[in-house]
């Protein structure tokens, strides 16, 4: 069994952040274990309150598991506070984790901002090194390099500022840019593409956390790069396409339509 552990907050309305990330695990098939960063309470209207843990209950969750059941892969979302980013940074590089997909949540569906300054050169200093995959959307790698991404030629450019500056492999998502839903890839071997559907579904709350933890999830199952994100996006847009309509603002996602799908065609 491929075993990926999310490091992330919580999300009490379930469309996001660690119920989001688990709910993909199962539906990709892996195994999930999760560090929860921060207890929000939110749904589909919106953000309510929140709390960050503490860095020693931090701390002892990530060590609780790699002490235990080893992840094949970590997915980092959401972490809090400059403390927090310390704290998962020094746990990652204490165990010698591999596979580190980082989707660096630093600006809220409403656009306000989540990271002060502090916090994003911390995420940036001691994070970004250790990833083997960022997935920033638009807003957060023009948050990133301090700059406007209004085009695809933006994109890649963006993309490969990322790329050069930090050392790792870049995703940016194209999904927040009008007309469109393609992402780019800058990497070694370059850029590459992923070309996809726009669906006409005003409900996406989660999309972000659902796509990096298919990714990861695919990647702890022994797929190269390309394939991974492919495979994730594919699930992604299988999701989306469900059409599930809950709550009163930006519902959550399907995520367990495919298995759902599966079993109706077995039967």
């Known amino acids: ?95 010698q984790a591999k596979n580190i997909v980082l989707d660096p949540v630093m600006v809220a569906t409403s656009g306000s901002a989540l990271f002060n300054p502090e916090e994003l050169a911390a995420l940036t200093q001691t994070l970004f090194p250790l990833a083997d995959l960022l997935t920033p959307n638009i807003s957060e790698a023009e948050t990133i390099l301090d700059c406007k991404i209004t085009n695809e030629e933006a994109m890649e450019v963006a993309g490969q500022a990322i790329f050069d500056q930090y050392g790792c492999p870049c995703l940016i998502k194209g999904g927040h840019m009008a007309g469109q839903a393609d992402d780019v890839l800058v990497w070694s071997e370059g850029i590459h593409w992923f070309r996809g559907q726009r669906i006409a579904n005003p409900n996406t ?63």
Request: hydrophobic letters at 40%; proline letters at 1%.
């Open 1 to 95: 069994m491929f075993k990926v552990l999310t490091i992330a907050g919580s999300d009490s309305s379930g469309g996001a952040g660690i119920q989001a990330d688990l709910k993909t695990f199962l539906a990709t098939g892996v195994y999930g274990m999760s560090a929860i960063t921060a207890i929000t309470a939110q749904n589909t209207q919106g953000l309510t309150t929140s709390e960050i843990l503490s860095a020693d209950l931090l701390r002892a969750q990530i060590a609780a598991v790699f002490d235990d059941i080893r992840p094949d892969v970590v997915k980092i979302g959401m972490i809090g506070n400059t403390e927090s980013i310390h704290t998962v940074a020094e746990s990652l590089q204490h165990y």
């Open 205 to 267: 709350h989660g999309t972000g956390c659902s796509l990096s933890s298919a990714i990861a999830s695919y990647l702890a199952q022994d797929n190269d790069l390309l394939t991974s994100i492919q495979a994730g996006k594919d699930y992604l847009t299988a999701i989306i396409g469900a059409q599930l309509d809950l709550g009163q603002g930006s519902g959550p996602l399907d995520h367990g339509y495919l298995l759902r799908k599966e079993d109706n065609h077995e039967a």
